[in-house]
């Protein structure tokens, strides 16, 4: 098998293997032929994933025009007396700990499961960084046949870009990123395997062009099920929120011009809190869950949950025995634990299938597809969505993500404007010109620009997080505009 490097020209590996990347995706089940669950026996089960994320920043112990790029992990490290840097050595504890876990359960006779969800910045920046010993422990689990089975990654944007709000052609660009790379630290058989996608921040575009677009870009890279949060959806029929969340969904993307795609989602409750995860309390919902319709198949329903992997004291602390304990608890029970793809994997082979799925969309769109006409156009779109907005303050077309008190774009003007000057600047000078990815100067601009969109740079506002972003556009800039 082809071996990519992880990086070329000092430049992480994240495009310019297109064809190999397309070529290890297939639709073979991946999970369900070593799985051990007894499904016959399942009322309800549940999944777990854990996100993992630092971004990378210009080095504060440098002149900001001249810093050098490193992890946040790293500058947390060379700092460990500042406020909360001591955390940065358990972080790297809680990075690469699962690879302890799944063997040690696997040899007391459970059966555990976990979903990974790292951004490559993260992945990037650990690998300068020299943790070898991460590295190490998430292969063995990953690549591993004894333990492959027990774990399942999610696809996620290179940069850990919020959708709603990057430019579309840049997340296609950052979602092919992080395959590669991926890829590279791990192996190409490996990226065949991931299935599912985790949108940074739960955020779900919600206007009808830039969804439509979200989702094809999801189904040509090879990604069967999006991870969504719950009140970022409503029901096709009435624009009403679920009935039942803890059931797959077909989550309908319609475009201005009448095109259609459908992609299946998978439904996280309830807000962001790494405790709902850290003390397991998706087992403990499962349990009093049990088996639904879906068409006319009797299957288990599913209670899905993301959290932080490292943040908090509840998760660095107690997560470990509380994992353990249910692992143990659940295993070969009537609510096992799961990975999400080896669930669908079994509603396959039940003869289930997507058109089975209760019909959903993103928030707002039944507003939309009530005045407008369907196929006539993106101007007559950006009409009925003004006229919308209009008549009541609430409707928005700025996504939704895992608070409703956010807002990816109000507040962030002056770092939107640097991020957008850079990419429309990376289209004309790049894409527009067909400049091949596997040229080292095309690699080296888009890492600098998938850089810019890292949602830390927006999240906490205006200071020096929104100095750190809009000085990575300025350098993206002079790169574009010197290189090409």
Known sequence: MTKLPAYINDVPNISGSEDLIASARNSDPVFL???????????????????MHQPIIPNPDQPLKTADVISNLEHM??????????????????????????????????????????????????????????FESLRKITCDSKYRGCIEWLGSSWGHAVAPSTPIQDYRLGVGAWQHFFAALFDLEAVGRVRGFSPAEMALPNHPDVFYQFVKTLKDCGYRWVLVQEHTVERVE????????????????????????????????????????????????????????????????????????????????????????VMAECSNSTTPAVNVTEYLEYLDGLGVKEEDFPAIQPIFQHRIWQKFENGSGPEAMERVISQLGKEDH?????????????SWVHGYEKLLGPMEQASVLFNEKVLSRNVSPSEPRFRNALYHLLLTQTSCYRYWGEGVWADYGRELCRRTIEILKRDF
Request: charged share 20%; with cysteine; aromatic share 8%.
């Open 33 to 51: 032929p070593t799985s051990k669950i007894n499904w016959d026996n399942v009322k309800s089960a549940f999944a777990i994933a854990l996100h």
């Open 77 to 134: 490290m060379n700092h460990l007396g500042s406020g909360d840097n001591h955390n940065a050595q358990v972080f790297h504890q809680c990075y690469k700990r699962m690879g302890d876990f799944i063997p040690e359960l696997l040899e007391q006779g459970s059966q555990p499961r976990c979903m990974f969800d790292y951004s490559g910045t993260l992945l990037d920046g650990m690998y300068k960084m020299g943790l070898t010993d991460v």
């Open 238 to 325: 009435n624009g009403y929120g679920l009935e039942y969340s803890h059931r797959p969904h077909r989550l309908i993307a319609k475009n201005s011009s009448g095109d259609t795609l459908a992609i299946t989602a998978i439904i996280k409750t309830q807000g962001s809190d790494t405790k709902l995860v850290a003390q397991m309390q998706p087992y403990y919902e499962a349990c009093g869950l049990n088996r639904i319709k879906l068409g006319t198949k009797s299957v288990p329903s599913l209670v899905t949950q993301i959290a932080d992997g490292e943040n908090g004291g509840v998760m660095m602390n107690e997560f470990p025995s509380k994992y353990k304990q």
């Open 394 to 406: 609430r409707f928005h077309m700025e996504g939704g993500s895992w608070t409703n008190n956010i």
